[in-house]
């Protein structure tokens, strides 16, 4: 176990604003009046919290995780009752989840004043925080974010933080799993069990580690969990499942470029283009970066340059034949041997093979620099369209 302060070196240079815990600056602490003096000096009382952010994931709200803390929950039932009420889908909105996330990269809270306080646990007992260290747009270097801390800690929104409290406990073992013991004389050591940052309405948001990860709760008074039903709960989740999966029709898409529903077009990259097979609720979103095939596909289809703020309507013949036009491009290894082989459909041009090659060139040319990603992309669509699309339906596209 740490003994002393480790000052990291570190500068705060995130490449590509992707956090590594290497290059953050601020110290690992273990010794309670190092981290006392540390946390005095950001002066946190009497700061009004403005918004929260989990640079990484939380462990805590996986879709596995979920089932299980309702299954849990659920003991009043008989075991083949509980398993059903206790899937995804079949979860009471109305039952309570504890407020808390199960983290491994840095927890942000931003205040009024626009100052941003930084804090994680690497492991029992280590500690590490400091402020405007880490950029507020930072994306995540492990696992992608799956929860909007701002849902989940909702009612500390607003709130004054008033006083910080720095829990102690007195030990003679290392705390982690299967340690020694700290030193051979059994000597009591004091260490920190967790910070808490109470709230002016008597809540306190408590950080404390949890073997090599952190764990952030909502406190009262009482330090009791304050909860969240699920059905509040479940606007802040975005795992793959909430984004990727189409409820409307069960389907599962395998690329990470296509996104379902409402919750799914609030989080793909902007500006993004929406499919939606006319009289049905699904529909699906691809980020404007990630439409590269299907333009080229409509593009050839339309034997005309693609608009990319109209919107389009295809009946199912035409669909069916742009999806085919995207998987033939695709076939090919490289775009010259694309290019090459509309020489030999030369039949099928409108406006004359020179315009449609220019068009095409231009618009295919770094298609075969993520060929895998479109790949996964266009198998995806096709099949979702067998499922949603019949012969006398018509597919829309809008772009946003």
């Known amino acids: 176990m ?18 590594a815990a290497e290059e953050w600056s601020a110290p690992t602490m273990v010794e309670p009046d190092i981290i006392r003096a540390q946390m005095a000096k950001l002066k946190l009382e009497g700061r ?19 089932e299980e803390y309702a299954y849990n929950a659920l003991d009043q039932y008989d075991e083949d009752e509980r398993h059903l009420r206790s899937e995804y889908n079949n979860i009471s909105r109305e039952l309570l989840f504890d407020r808390c996330v199960d983290i491994d990269e840095p927890f942000l809270i931003k ?27 930072i994306r995540a270097g492990t696992n992608l974010p799956n929860l909007d801390a701002n849902i989940v800690f909702a009612p500390c929104i607003g709130r004054t933080i008033e006083t910080v409290e720095i829990k102690t406990y007195f030990t003679d073992k290392d705390p982690m799993p299967f340690g020694d013991y700290i030193d051979e004389s059994h000597s009591q050591y004091e260490l920190v069990e967790a910070i808490v940052l109470w709230l002016d309405d008597g809540n306190g948001i408590r950080i404390e580690g949890i073997i090599d990860s952190c764990w952030i709760s909502l406190i009262n008074k009482e330090r009791k969990p304050v909860t969240i039903a699920f059905r ?3 606007l802040g989740l975005y795992n793959w499942e909430d984004l990727h999966v189409d409820e409307e029709t ?29 009289g049905k609720r699904t529909y699906l979103s691809i980020g404007y970066a990630d439409f590269d095939l299907l333009a080229s596909a409509i593009i050839w289809q339309l034997n005309k340059s693609f608009d990319e703020y109209g919107s389009y309507e295809f009946v199912a013949d035409q669909w069916e034949a742009i999806i085919e036009k995207a998987e033939y491009i695709l076939s090919f290894e490289t775009c010259d041997k694309f290019l090459g082989s509309l020489v030999n459909l030369a039949d099928e041009i409108y406006n004359g093979k020179d315009e449609l090659f220019a068009v095409l060139k231009c618009q295919t040319t770094k298609l075969w620099e ?29 772009g946003f």
């Not at 990470?256 to 989080?267: L, M, N, R, S, V």
């Open 2 to 19: 740490l003994k002393g302060t480790v000052y990291n070196s570190g500068n705060d240079n995130y490449k590509d604003f992707t956090f």
């Open 232 to 234: 509040e709960l479940k």
């Open 111 to 137: 205040f009024e004043d626009g100052d941003v306080f930084e804090i994680e646990t690497t492991q029992v007992p280590l500690f590490r925080f400091s402020m405007n260290r880490i950029p507020w747009v």
């Open 250 to 278: 069960g389907f599962v898409a395998d690329s990470a470029t296509i996104f379902f529903g409402p919750k799914g077009a609030e989080e793909v990259d902007h500006p993004y283009f929406s499919l939606s097979p006319k």
């Open 48 to 66: 009004k919290i403005e918004k929260m952010k989990l640079v990484g994931h939380s462990y805590s709200h996986d879709r596995y995780w979920i």
């Open 370 to 398: 993520h060929r895998e990603k479109y790949i996964s992309q266009i198998k995806d669509i096709k099949e979702w369209t067998s499922i949603v699309l019949s012969e006398t339906d018509a597919m829309a596209l809008y």
